[in-house]
Nanobody, 126 residues
Framework: QVQLVESGGGLVQAGGSLRLSCGAA????????MGWFRQAPGKEREFVAA?????GATYYADSVKGRFTVSRDNAVYLQMNTLKPEDTALYYC??????????????????????WGKGTLVSVSS
């Protein structure tokens, strides 16, 4: 059973930065698109960012474009800058074998993701 593990969450003031990481011990995902989702209290889970299986091409939600950067090697990372209180959420990573582009990860049902992490909490104070 593959278990993705996220790390890097925490409490930060508005305008600050955090870097999230996600991977699985002893496992690489070179043939999977990798991405990030988040769920704020009382809200539905939403797409944040994704990177295609071979790296390079990325795709972002409009709400984070220009502030967040997704990257990958054997793990996937999310550099979050200029954080806002509305970024407060539980952040999950996921991998998707059938997602041939980064944009696809924003469009397919959540059940199409092959693996999910359990999340890391990001809290942004005003």
């Amino acid at each position: 059973q593959v278990q993705l593990v996220e790390s890097g969450g925490g409490l930060v003031q508005a305008g600050g930065s955090l870097r999230l990481s996600c991977g699985a011990a002893g496992r690489t995902f070179s043939n999977y698109a990798m991405g990030w989702f988040r769920q704020a209290p009382g809200k539905e889970r939403e797409f944040v960012a994704a990177i295609r299986r071979s790296g390079g091409a990325t795709y972002y939600a409009d709400s984070v474009k220009g502030r967040f950067t997704v990257s990958r090697d054997n793990a996937v990372y999310l550099q979050m800058n200029t954080l806002k209180p509305e970024d407060t959420a539980l952040y999950y990573c996921a991998v998707c074998w059938k997602c041939t582009t980064a944009q696809t990860m924003a469009a397919v049902p959540y059940d199409d993701m092959d693996y999910w992490g359990k999340g890391t909490l990001v809290s942004v104070s005003s």
